[in-house]
């Protein structure tokens, strides 16, 4: 789902909490939601 008020699409932010709880870090998941041209955050994004 995608509203006015989310930057990112709900699908996007499922799979960065999926890759972060396969043990990936926080800068590892951003660069691989860059690097498969998903969505470009930054790690502190992710964090938050």
Known sequence: MFN???RTPSSDIGY???LYFLGLSTRSVSKALAYLHIVKRSHVTIWK
Do not use: D
């Open 4 to 6: 006015e008020r989310n």
């Open 16 to 18: 960065g909490l999926y």
